[in-house]
Each structure stands twice: as C-alpha cells, then as structure tokens.
C-alpha cells in the first residue's frame, strides 16, 4: 500500500521568511495531493491540492510543487505570518482522491514573530 | 449546512465501557470517512461509506469498531470494550466527486480519552 513520508517534524521560521516542507511517496498510481493545515482542537482543513498531471500550483503565498519522476512534492509558504503556525499534513490518494488518503505525519511549523 | 459536524467533542469514559460518535456530513456529499489520529500523528484510515454501503474497512478497524450509515446520511463509530489504547481524536471527513476529482472536507473530531 502507499507511504508517505514527510520532513521535517518541526519547523521554525521568522516572520517573513519562507517555510519548505517535503513528502516523497511510494506508490506511483497515486495521483492526487493535498495539503492540510490543523490548528489545536480542530480538524484537518485544505490548503491547496495538486493533481498529478501539473508540476505546481500556487494560491496566494501558498505552492505546491510535485515531481512524479522522484515521488515527491512540497509545500511553500512564502511571507509567513504567524497566523500560519500549526501542523500541517501531506497526502496522497489514487484515482484523483477516489480512495482514502494516506497522510504522512505531519510538520509543526511555528512562525516566530 | 456548511460543514462536517462531529458529536461528541470529547468523551471520556472507562476500560470497557461502549462509546458511539456521530458524524453528519455535508448533506450533498455521497462519500464518509472515519479517520483516527494520535497524538504527533498523521490521520490514519479507519473506514468509508458511499452512501449507505461500507466499502472498506482498515486493518486498524477491530472486530470491536462498527461503523454505519443506514441511510446514507449521518454515519455512527462504535466502540465495544474499549481500551486505553483506543484513546485518541476520531475524525470524521465527507467528500463529493467535483469534476474528475474528488473534495474532501473534514469535521473538527470527537477525542476519545479511555481511562
């Protein structure tokens, strides 16, 4: 079945500066990658997604990159805020999210002001 | 219905004691999933719905989970003699086919503490 894995654990970052977080995965019929954000207390919320037929995508101060070749895509939040400190979880799903998503475990990302 | 709503938030009860949560998706929304979260952990599968048929179900599901959702609308988890190890956020997602892909939307969890 699909792994994901998913570096670094932590992050810290000053605001303003930019914050990288990777995931590589290990089945190759999975086509389709969301990213989440959780805040204490709260579930799961989208962020942005990519599907495997694009290389990046990007929404604001958020992308989202994806290399099919390697197995690997990464999210990038330019200007951190930090409003954006929180966890945040990579998937992967094949069947462009028609089965359930294997997440890896997740960044804590903290923005220091 | 602007959401995925989870009831209880919080439950806490004891070693062996049966615990049901409750999920109601987005009404529109034909797909249901349980998740299962631990603490410095990523959501891990536990079992979907489309609509009221039980498509499959994790290695993770015990023979003490039941999940179902008779009639295709709101879907209830059970637990039988539960265990500390049972402790944890159940989160409950919902998803509808947008185009060629598919959405999902989660709801904020019930957290589950055995003691």
């Known amino acids: 079945g699909e792994n994901v894995e998913q570096h670094p654990s932590t992050l810290s970052v000053q605001e303003g500066d930019s914050a990288v977080i990777k995931c590589t995965y290990s089945d190759s019929a999975s086509n389709y990658f969301p990213w989440y954000k959780q805040e204490l207390g709260k579930g799961p919320q989208l962020i942005i997604d990519i599907r495997s037929n694009v290389g990046e995508k990007k929404d604001q101060r958020i992308a989202v990159t994806l290399n099919k070749t390697a197995k690997h895509f990464s999210l990038h939040i330019t200007e951190t805020q930090p409003e954006d400190s929180a966890v945040y979880f990579c998937?992967?799903?094949?069947?462009?999210?028609?089965?359930?998503?294997?997440f890896g475990k997740g960044t804590r990302l903290s923005v220091i002001a | 219905d602007t959401g995925v709503s989870q009831n209880p938030r919080h439950k806490i009860t004891k070693r062996g004691q049966n615990v049901t949560f409750r999920c109601d998706p987005i009404?529109?929304?034909?797909?249901l999933y349980w998740y299962r979260q631990t603490l410095g952990q990523g959501p891990e599968f536990l079992t979907y719905f489309q609509n009221e048929a039980q498509l499959e179900k994790s290695r993770l599901l015990s023979d003490r989970f039941s999940a179902e959702r008779p009639k295709g609308s709101f879907s209830t988890l059970e637990i039988q003699r539960t265990e500390q190890g049972d402790s944890a956020m159940y989160l409950c997602?919902?998803?509808?086919?947008?185009?060629?892909?598919?959405?999902?939307?989660f709801g904020s969890g019930t957290r589950l503490t055995v003691v």
């Open positions: 009404s529109e929304h034909n797909r």
């Open positions: 998937a992967a799903s094949r069947m462009g999210g028609n089965t359930p998503l294997v």
């Open positions: 997602a919902s998803s509808t086919r947008q185009g060629k892909h598919y959405g999902y939307t």
